[in-house]
């Protein structure tokens, strides 16, 4: 491990460098940092055997092989805000800490969002590429109706979805709201209303989700809620890939049971959905809404940061079990 006190270790990573990390460790809790990308479970309980600590992209599982192979593991922190990658029942039994980056992207998702939806009602790829396959005719894009009046519905009503609800007021959207975990004063105070998730899908002529995605909201959208749907909402995803369905997605955009959807990401390997995308009432973005240079610096920053202070005996800021300080106090003399 050279002259370091702690090694920790990058299981995956799509950024150009990992400079901000390697400084941020070193100079904060003289850690090195090592990298590998990871393709197998195999490949990260390897990596994670002689680590302190683990930053974890979008390759997964990191869990409970892992966690009964790396003797020195204190913490994991996932470079985002979901937490499907990491098993953090496992983390807890085992004593190490898990944390996240919950805020880092708040204002591209919530833009992104916005966009998408701008997107859906003036049908502006749709204009782009006409004109610029030779024909000038705003007559393909019919019909567009004013967005003004028109409602949004909401599903989950976190820090990114409130921020939508925020924006989407200045174009006049009148907002529905589905999150059985908050009350309905927040709502109000978004000038927002709460409501059932069926009248929401029977009412909304935009629905954005904004869910994490865990066993109770994998493919949340199916079916059964597409065909609730009115025949002219556009369904906005910018959240996790598996909360819909993607077949009953690809099924419900080809036989015209809503008018079109667009989305950020799809549930597994993007490769297995050509025939999603080449529907033309689809618009996609390869899971782009996350990014601006400055969200990718506050990332690399923060994550590398809730790392080292673990390293130094504290707890993560984002912490994400913080049942753990029990086994974590029993096993290694606990953290502050």
């Given at each position: 491990?050279?002259?370091?006190?702690?090694?920790?270790?990058?299981?995956?990573?799509?950024?150009?460098?990992l400079?901000?990390?390697?400084?941020?460790?070193?100079?904060?809790?003289?850690?090195?940092?090592?990298?590998k990308?990871?393709?197998?479970e195999d490949?990260?309980?390897?990596?994670?055997?002689?680590?302190?600590?683990?930053?974890?992209?979008?390759?997964?599982?990191?869990?409970?092989?892992?966690f009964?192979?790396?003797?020195?593991?204190k913490?994991?922190?996932?470079?985002?805000?979901?937490?499907?990658?990491i098993?953090?029942?496992?983390?807890?039994?085992?004593?190490?800490?898990?944390?996240?980056?919950?805020?880092?992207?708040?204002?591209?998702?919530?833009?992104?969002?916005?966009?998408?939806i701008?997107?859906?009602?003036?049908?502006?790829?749709?204009?782009?590429?006409?004109v610029?396959?030779?024909?000038?005719?705003?007559?393909?894009s019919?019909?567009?109706?004013?967005?003004?009046?028109?409602?949004?519905?909401?599903?989950?009503?976190?820090?990114?979805?409130?921020?939508?609800?925020?924006?989407?007021?200045?174009?006049?959207?009148?907002?529905?709201?589905?999150?059985?975990?908050?009350?309905?004063?927040?709502?109000?105070?978004?000038?927002?209303?709460?409501?059932?998730?069926?009248?929401?899908?029977?009412?909304?002529?935009?629905?954005?989700?904004h869910?994490p995605?865990?066993?109770?909201?994998?493919?949340?959208?199916?079916?059964?809620?597409?065909?609730?749907?009115?025949?002219?909402?556009?369904?906005?995803?910018?959240?996790r890939g598996?909360?819909?369905?993607?077949?009953?997605?690809?099924?419900?955009?080809?036989?015209?049971?809503?008018?079109?959807?667009?989305?950020?990401?799809?549930?597994?390997?993007?490769?297995?959905w050509?025939?999603?995308?080449?529907?033309?009432?689809?618009?996609?973005?390869?899971?782009?809404?996350?990014?601006?240079?400055?969200?990718?610096?506050?990332?690399q920053?923060?994550?590398a940061?809730?790392?080292?202070?673990?390293?130094?005996?504290?707890?993560?800021?984002?912490?994400?079990?913080?049942?753990?300080?029990?086994?974590?106090?029993?096993?290694?003399?606990?953290?502050?």
């Amino acid at each position: 491990m050279g002259s370091a006190k702690y090694k920790v270790v990058v299981t995956d990573s799509e950024f150009p460098h990992l400079e901000r990390e390697k400084k941020i460790l070193k100079e904060e809790a003289d850690a090195e940092l090592v990298y590998k990308e990871c393709k197998t479970e195999d490949d990260i309980v390897e990596l994670a055997r002689d680590a302190d600590g683990i930053l974890n992209l979008y390759f997964g599982p990191v869990g409970r092989k892992t966690f009964e192979a790396a003797k020195n593991l204190k913490v994991v922190v996932r470079y985002g805000i979901g937490l499907d990658t990491i098993d953090i029942k496992a983390a807890t039994e085992y004593g190490i800490a898990v944390g996240h980056v919950p805020d880092y992207c708040l204002d591209e998702v919530s833009d992104h969002t916005l966009a998408l939806i701008l997107n859906c009602a003036r049908k502006i790829t749709l204009l782009n590429n006409t004109v610029k396959g030779g024909k000038w005719d705003f007559k393909v894009s019919k019909p567009v109706y004013r967005i003004k009046g028109k409602t949004l519905g909401i599903v989950g009503f976190g820090k990114i979805g409130r921020m939508v609800a925020a924006k989407a007021k200045a174009f006049g959207l009148n907002l529905l709201v589905y999150d059985p975990f908050i009350s309905e004063d927040i709502a109000r105070d978004y000038s927002a209303t709460m409501v059932e998730k069926d009248k929401l899908f029977s009412e909304a002529d935009f629905i954005a989700l904004h869910l994490p995605l865990n066993e109770a909201t994998r493919h949340f959208i199916g079916e059964k809620e597409l065909k609730a749907m009115k025949k002219n909402t556009y369904l906005i995803n910018a959240a996790r890939g598996g909360v819909i369905d993607t077949e009953a997605l690809y099924k419900a955009l080809k036989e015209g049971w809503i008018a079109g959807a667009a989305i950020d990401l799809v549930e597994g390997s993007p490769e297995e959905w050509d025939h999603l995308f080449r529907l033309e009432n689809l618009t996609v973005t390869p899971h782009a809404a996350w990014y601006s240079e400055e969200s990718i610096t506050q990332l690399q920053e923060t994550a590398a940061r809730e790392v080292a202070r673990v390293l130094n005996g504290r707890w993560p800021v984002n912490f994400v079990n913080p049942e753990v300080k029990t086994v974590a106090t029993e096993k290694r003399g606990g953290s502050k």
